[in-house]
């Protein structure tokens, strides 16, 4: 498992809900975890890491027993509250590239956690930021999809190379076709969704 980067076509995929919370799920749960901190990173989603079902992980405190892991499964969210606040956000998936995203300062969440449990609470501040960050990835979207037109015009170059990467990832063969990564995505959601 390896954690993908933009433009990777996994990344816009939209995710679906998983049908339940199995050994295998726990089993990549902790893999994430393992890559989310390697790369000292705050949040990851599935689909971050190829895989095409509703779950990320959050620790704010980007390091293992710094602060709570939290695992949330099938998410939902509703009831955005303003203010909306913007603040600077960065991506597992565009590592370096950060730039100032508005968002609404507080929502409400019902989720499932790693024991099958409901999650039902409310979130304010960053970490209300990270869960919307991360949604938004089980949703097909990006942060650079939320960028005013001049914060977009700011990282448009840096958004040029990593485009430029993955094309020559992609002609050397280390990057499958898109229907390739398709078909593959298709098979694990019947497996799991
Ligand atoms: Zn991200």
Known sequence: MDILE????????KTKSL???????????TEMFRLMYDAAGI??????????????????????????EM?????????????VEEEEEGCLSL???????????????????????EIRSEFQGLLARVIQHEIDHLDGVMFIDR???TAEMAVRDELADFQRR??????????????????????????YC
């Not at 949040?43 to 709570?68: C, H, K, M, T």
């Open 166 to 191: 993955f094309e020559q990832r992609r002609e050397s063969g280390k990057i499958p076709a898109d229907e390739k990564i398709r078909t593959r995505l298709e098979l694990i959601e019947k497996t």
């Open 43 to 68: 949040g990851l989603a599935a689909n971050q890491v190829d895989l095409p079902y509703r779950v990320f992980v959050i620790n704010l405190g980007s390091e293992r027993g710094q602060d709570e």
């Open 19 to 29: 049908r339940r919370v199995d050994a295998d799920l726990r089993v990549t749960v």
């Open 6 to 13: 933009y433009p990777h076509p996994t990344l816009r995929h």
């Open 147 to 149: 960028l005013s037109d």
């Open 95 to 117: 590592p370096g590239v950060f730039a100032p995203v508005r968002r609404p300062s507080t929502i409400h969440l019902t989720a499932f956690n790693l024991a099958g449990e």
């Open 71 to 83: 695992v949330f499964i099938n998410p939902v969210i509703s009831r955005p509250k303003a203010p």
